[in-house]
């Protein structure tokens, strides 16, 4: 375990049981409430070098909570809590919905594979199947897990199938195989002792062993227990113990994986991506959730995030400061297995959002301009920042996009869960707004636009160059 550094989502099961967590916790830890509740984050909505170009509110059907969101070559697939959106954005100044499948579930993490979407399933139904109505969750036969869907249609998406794991799949991180399988790592956590299929420790993760030929006989092929010594139960103001992961990005291409998981940042040899290897354990005393991580491309650095307050509370205030409910820079010393972390440095949004905006380090994925360390993240009610982390000891905001009603009336308040760069442009996941696409015109950016994926998952780093 390397030391902490200088001193300085988490809540899954009912939005009700998260907000009441969340907001007990800010009180109880954070200190008194912000004294700039009335003042806007700034005189704009979005910095010179951001361009807000199109926006696509939540259809009627699929009309919860927006999530997660992956990409497949002109689509965007947006993750909700009722099911999933597909959007054709190959103009992208006006994409397009192209089909909705109302599927619940809770969370809908989605990750894409070809013809395959994967869905997370973390609120219990009563069978696999879409339609099937939540059960209770003291109900030992209630589903949770992951749902396949077939795809090639993208205007009739397919049900195929589906995996039952245990305390359900909070997210999930598709791991490529080979030319006959892949695989899915499923991350979630023990909430309660109430839940008869749930209970803690929960310090494993569920891998999911998927024929591509026969997707439908996908079954879980390891259950590899991570924290054997129970993880980061002692640590003051964590907002949960270690019992499991939040979320594991993947660098297949380096055989490197990095877990945010609660209480501890982890750093993971996944050479056989069936047996993944812990090798390094850190911890951060500003830390109260470990939530989500990104490699640079060189794999030379990690960026850790913070979900202080569960998301949902206030943590972007001048009173809570600059460490906490932040990300965190860590470098990479080695190669591969044999890396350490080290801590650089920390980075949160300077634009205070006061004591009525829950604010605070949500998802986010590198700028792919070859050679540099840019990122761009979402913030929730902070909206989505965009990263020059060059110096990773001086990280520093270069743009935003912040849709506010403070700054001007006729604005729906943004609140948005992750915001990712595709094929020259970003694409947020706004909880309320729907899809936004932004298009950044700051010079240190453009060569981005060179770069062109096939399919992105954020959760599994494609390594980039110019041309690709």
Not at 44 to 51: I, L, R, Y
Not at 264 to 286: A, R
Not at 318 to 342: F, H, K, Q, V
Not at 420 to 438: A, T, W
Request: hydrophobic share 35%.
């Amino acid at each position: 375990m390397s030391a902490a550094p200088p001193a300085g989502r988490g809540l899954r099961r009912s939005a009700a049981f998260a907000l009441t967590a969340a907001a007990a916790l800010f009180t109880g830890l954070l200190g008194p409430a912000s004294a700039y509740a009335d003042t806007p984050p700034s005189d704009s909505v979005t910095s010179d070098n951001v361009e807000h170009i199109a926006n696509v509110p939540k259809p009627e059907a699929v009309n919860s909570t927006n999530s997660d969101l992956a990409f497949t070559g002109d689509y965007v697939i947006g993750g909700n809590y009722d099911g999933f959106v597909i959007y054709d954005v190959s103009e992208p100044e006006d994409p397009r919905i192209v089909s909705e499948v109302l599927c619940p579930g809770g969370q809908g993490d989605v990750s894409v594979s070809g013809d395959l979407l994967y869905f997370a399933v973390d609120y219990p139904r009563a069978g696999e199947e879409c339609g099937a109505p939540e059960t209770p969750v003291t109900d030992p036969d209630g589903f949770e897990g992951v749902r396949i869907f077939d795809i090639s249609d993208k205007t009739s998406p397919e049900y195929v199938a589906a995996v039952r794991t245990d305390c359900g799949s909070h997210t999930l991180t598709l791991v490529p195989g080979d030319d006959e399988r892949e695989y899915v790592y499923v991350s979630s956590y023990a909430p309660a002792e109430e839940f008869p299929n749930c209970q803690p420790p929960h310090d494993k993760i569920a891998i999911i062993d998927v024929p591509l030929d026969d997707p439908a006989s996908a079954a879980i092929v390891n259950e590899p227990v991570l924290f054997p010594d129970g993880g980061n139960h002692d640590q003051d103001g964590l907002l949960r113990p270690t019992e499991g992961c939040h979320d594991i990005t993947v660098y297949p291409s380096k055989d490197l994986a990095a877990g945010a998981c609660m209480g501890d940042g982890i750093l993971m040899d996944i050479s056989d991506p069936v047996e993944p290897i812990v090798t390094e354990v850190v911890q951060d005393t500003n830390f109260a959730f470990w939530h989500s991580a990104t490699f640079t491309n060189d794999a030379s650095a990690v960026i850790f995030t913070d979900e202080l307050g569960g998301g949902g509370a206030p943590t972007c205030t001048e009173e809570i400061g600059p460490e906490r409910g932040a990300n965190a820079i860590y470098t990479l010393d080695g190669e591969g297995a044999d890396s350490t972390l080290e801590f650089a440095s920390y980075y949160k949004i300077d634009r205070h959002q006061g004591d009525q905006q829950a604010c605070v380090a949500h998802n986010g994925s590198l700028i792919p301009v070859p050679g540099q360390n840019f990122f761009v993240q979402s913030w929730y009610q902070g909206g989505v920042s965009v990263i020059d982390f060059n110096d990773p000891t001086n990280p520093r905001e270069i743009g935003y996009f912040d849709p506010d009603d403070r700054i001007d009336p006729d604005i729906q308040n943004g609140s948005t869960w992750s915001a990712y760069y595709y094929n020259g442009h970003v694409y947020s996941s706004d909880m309320r707004r729907g899809l936004d696409v932004l298009k950044l015109t700051d010079p240190r950016l453009r060569p981005a636009e060179r770069v062109t994926y096939d399919e992105f998952n954020p959760q599994t780093q494609p390594v980039y160059r110019p041309g690709r």
